[in-house]
């Protein structure tokens, strides 16, 4: 009896098609993309990719089809990850699912059809290269749920096992995925969310970090500045910049003039050039505000609105609704955008504006400008002023979004000598946002010249892959990986302006975002024994958590970044502080709140 090799080849056929199609695509991606997987993690992943697909063949109602939606998944995988790289240095993350409602709503019309095209034919191709019936099916699926078992199952020891075995740099994510490839990457990282999700700190989890962060209270107020208090019922007006930075630091591009109006660069220069330590860099805008909001640090690789912040809690709104403000939020955007709705409500907001209470009149692309965001704003609080109802008025803007369009009626100002024709937009962007924003400072403080008011850039944006315009001027590198610790302040750091009224900017320094509320309730003279007033670091030190790494700012300026594995003292120390701070948030926002009890005690 002659052994056919027919069935084997009916196995193996599909898989070396499939290693082709990995090849060229790999390929591609590196030629085009200049993300490349480290040679072992590719030969890596292959195997772990044709491991796959062995028993997945066993679905196969087609072998043709297979290969075609194999081929299918290979693109969204590997290009997917590599465009968030070349576009926020990073790869694709689990929470980004949390994210991904709202990431669908931002794509304008063409790329939500090609997005739409895309599902289309993958759910067609699906559809004809699949079936779950019989019993090769059956033992297809069991085998590939035993290969994802130990994720689900003991996430813990996996990402424990696979940590020892490939490594994790938490800072450094682009490395991680090139060293690792996309499954592993993917297996690894999942498994490390399903091993964070935690139960919330108990009672005297949080009753010691309470102790431990209330002694840091008093260094951290002998030696913050002495600003003056004033009346509590004067108005704040706090506005979120959407992508707002000072592209003049890119000496490469060749700008023509100043990107900022005149009378904004005079002001931010009467205010010592301070710049607010933001959470993220170059998206993720509801991070920003929830520290400005909420007075605690995020370090997480998370959209904390969607994921973290499931309680009422007493955040910079609640406390000046309770002082006897009218807490307004304004946001000409989908109200559903990163779960605004439940977010605003829950950080105390009165009442929350958004895109359909505006009337869209002056457009940039799809963004209502700035200008009229502000004068139909101003608008809706003449009935309040005349009530002497003290306001809150929170401004988010929406324009200032890639790719950063201007309308035909707003006049392009700056050149970009360097040819780099998205720096132009930006810069023009900027100086339109700036024009604007003075403009409404103006009509602000000529209704009244005691207005306590706060604005700072969200992020900075994003201005081609691989941080391509900030490299050019010697701003950041290419790579997270070659940042200096100069780098990785500047990588987070934007444009703030505190004006307290007649008495005008205050230098503030470089201040983390989430020290933001606790300062206005100070300049206010309104009590701050709320527990945001718990996360002021003591010694004069700056501290802004990111992702694996903080960085620390001295009284004199000094920087130092603090990344693992080798921590100092002074860094363990200050991880020590951080950690006692995320105790305390995890409790105040998805927790019990005993902190709440602890401090009414």
């Given at each position: 009896?002659?052994?056919s090799?027919?069935?084997?080849?009916?196995?193996?056929?599909?898989?070396a098609?499939?290693?082709?199609i990995?090849?060229?695509?790999?390929?591609?991606?590196?030629?085009?993309?200049?993300?490349?997987l480290?040679?072992?993690?590719?030969?890596?992943?292959l195997?772990?990719?044709?491991?796959?697909?062995?028993?997945?063949?066993?679905?196969?109602?087609?072998?043709?089809?297979?290969?075609g939606?194999?081929?299918?998944?290979?693109?969204?995988?590997?290009?997917?990850?590599?465009?968030k790289i070349?576009?926020?240095g990073?790869?694709?993350?689990p929470?980004?699912?949390?994210?991904?409602r709202?990431?669908?709503?931002?794509?304008?019309?063409?790329r939500?059809?090609?997005a739409?095209?895309?599902?289309?034919?993958?759910?067609?191709?699906?559809?004809?290269?699949?079936t779950?019936r019989?019993?090769?099916?059956?033992?297809?699926l069991?085998?590939?749920?035993?290969?994802?078992l130990?994720?689900?199952?003991?996430?813990?020891?996996?990402?424990?096992?696979?940590?020892?075995?490939?490594?994790?740099?938490?800072?450094?994510?682009?490395?991680n995925?090139?060293?690792?490839?996309?499954?592993?990457h993917?297996?690894?990282?999942?498994?490390?969310?399903?091993?964070?999700l935690?139960p919330?700190?108990?009672?005297?989890?949080?009753?010691?970090?309470?102790a431990?962060?209330h002694?840091?209270?008093?260094?951290?107020?002998?030696?913050?500045?002495?600003?003056?208090?004033q009346?509590?019922?004067?108005?704040?007006?706090?506005?979120?910049?959407?992508?707002?930075?000072?592209?003049?630091v890119?000496?490469?591009a060749g700008?023509?003039?100043d990107?900022?109006?005149?009378r904004?660069?005079?002001?931010?220069?009467?205010?010592?050039?301070?710049?607010?330590l933001?959470?993220?860099f170059?998206?993720?805008?509801?991070?920003?505000?929830?520290?400005?909001?909420?007075?605690?640090?995020?370090?997480?690789d998370?959209?904390?609105?969607?994921?973290?912040?499931?309680?009422?809690?007493?955040?910079?709104?609640?406390?000046l609704?309770?002082?006897?403000?009218?807490a307004?939020?304004?946001?000409?955007?989908?109200?559903?955008?990163w779960?605004?709705?439940?977010?605003?409500?829950?950080?105390?907001?009165?009442?929350?504006?958004?895109?359909?209470?505006f009337?869209?009149?002056?457009?940039?692309?799809?963004?209502?400008?700035?200008?009229?965001l502000?004068?139909?704003?101003?608008?809706?609080?003449?009935?309040?002023r005349e009530?002497?109802?003290?306001?809150?008025?929170?401004?988010?803007?929406?324009?200032?979004?890639?790719?950063?369009?201007?309308?035909?009626?707003?006049?392009?100002?700056?050149?970009?000598?360097?040819?780099?024709?998205?720096?132009e937009?930006?810069?023009?962007?900027?100086?339109?946002?700036?024009?604007?924003?003075?403009?409404?400072?103006?009509?602000v403080?000529?209704?009244?010249?005691?207005?306590?008011?706060?604005a700072?850039?969200?992020?900075?944006?994003?201005?081609?892959?691989?941080?391509?315009?900030?490299?050019?001027?010697?701003?950041?590198?290419?790579?997270?990986?070659?940042?200096?610790?100069?780098?990785?302040?500047?990588?987070?750091?934007?444009?703030?302006?505190?004006?307290?009224?007649?008495?005008?900017?205050?230098?503030?320094?470089?201040?983390?975002?989430?020290q933001?509320?606790?300062l206005?309730?100070?300049?206010?003279?309104?009590?701050?024994?709320?527990?945001?007033?718990?996360t002021?670091?003591?010694?004069?030190?700056?501290l802004?958590?990111?992702?694996?790494?903080?960085?620390?700012?001295?009284s004199?300026?000094?920087?130092?970044?603090c990344?693992?594995?080798?921590?100092?003292?002074?860094?363990?120390?200050?991880q020590?502080?951080?950690?006692?701070?995320?105790?305390?948030?995890r409790?105040?926002?998805?927790?019990?709140?005993?902190?709440l009890?602890?401090?009414?005690?």
């Amino acid at each position: 009896m002659s052994f056919s090799w027919r069935p084997v080849a009916r196995f193996l056929g599909p898989l070396a098609a499939i290693a082709v199609i990995y090849l060229v695509l790999q390929a591609g991606i590196d030629s085009v993309l200049g993300v490349a997987l480290w040679r072992g993690a590719l030969i890596r992943d292959l195997g772990l990719t044709l491991a796959l697909a062995a028993p997945a063949l066993l679905l196969a109602r087609s072998r043709v089809w297979f290969v075609g939606l194999a081929a299918v998944l290979l693109l969204a995988l590997h290009g997917g990850n590599a465009l968030k790289i070349r576009i926020l240095g990073g790869p694709i993350m689990p929470d980004d699912l949390y994210a991904l409602r709202s990431l669908v709503l931002i794509l304008d019309n063409q790329r939500l059809a090609l997005a739409a095209v895309f599902v289309g034919i993958l759910g067609l191709v699906g559809a004809r290269a699949l079936t779950f019936r019989g019993r090769r099916a059956r033992a297809g699926l069991v085998a590939l749920c035993l290969v994802a078992l130990p994720v689900v199952a003991s996430p813990k020891a996996t990402v424990g096992a696979l940590d020892d075995l490939l490594g994790n740099i938490v800072w450094d994510q682009r490395t991680n995925y090139e060293s690792r490839g996309p499954l592993l990457h993917m297996a690894q990282e999942t498994a490390r969310h399903l091993a964070h999700l935690s139960p919330p700190p108990r009672w005297e989890a949080v009753r010691t970090a309470q102790a431990f962060l209330h002694s840091n209270v008093v260094s951290a107020h002998s030696s913050e500045p002495a600003f003056q208090a004033q009346a509590p019922s004067r108005p704040v007006v706090m506005v979120v910049l959407e992508s707002f930075w000072d592209p003049s630091v890119l000496k490469n591009a060749g700008l023509s003039r100043d990107p900022l109006d005149e009378r904004f660069r005079a002001l931010w220069e009467a205010a010592g050039h301070s710049q607010a330590l933001v959470p993220v860099f170059g998206g993720y805008t509801a991070n920003s505000e929830f520290e400005a909001l909420c007075g605690f640090p995020i370090a997480e690789d998370t959209v904390f609105f969607e994921t973290r912040l499931h309680n009422k809690v007493p955040c910079l709104p609640r406390l000046l609704s309770e002082a006897g403000y009218a807490a307004t939020a304004s946001h000409p955007n989908i109200p559903v955008f990163w779960n605004r709705v439940n977010a605003y409500d829950r950080v105390g907001f009165n009442a929350y504006r958004s895109r359909d209470d505006f009337v869209l009149d002056d457009m940039h692309g799809d963004y209502l400008s700035d200008a009229s965001l502000y004068r139909q704003v101003l608008d809706t609080l003449r009935p309040m002023r005349e009530s002497g109802t003290p306001t809150f008025t929170y401004i988010l803007t929406l324009f200032g979004h890639l790719d950063f369009p201007l309308n035909d009626a707003t006049p392009r100002v700056v050149r970009a000598a360097g040819g780099d024709e998205l720096v132009e937009r930006y810069a023009n962007t900027v100086y339109e946002k700036s024009r604007a924003f003075m403009a409404f400072l103006e009509e602000v403080y000529a209704r009244d010249p005691e207005t306590l008011v706060v604005a700072f850039g969200d992020h900075l944006p994003y201005l081609g892959p691989d941080f391509q315009a900030y490299q050019a001027s010697g701003v950041l590198a290419a790579d997270r990986a070659e940042f200096d610790d100069r780098m990785f302040r500047d990588l987070v750091a934007t444009p703030l302006l505190i004006i307290d009224g007649s008495r005008g900017p205050l230098p503030v320094g470089a201040l983390p975002l989430y020290q933001v509320p606790g300062l206005v309730l100070s300049l206010l003279g309104l009590d701050a024994s709320a527990p945001l007033a718990l996360t002021r670091p003591p010694d004069g030190v700056a501290l802004r958590p990111l992702p694996g790494l903080h960085v620390a700012l001295d009284s004199d300026g000094t920087v130092h970044v603090c990344r693992p594995p080798v921590l100092s003292e002074t860094c363990l120390a200050e991880q020590a502080w951080l950690d006692k701070v995320d105790t305390l948030s995890r409790d105040l926002f998805l927790g019990q709140q005993h902190v709440l009890q602890i401090r009414g005690q």
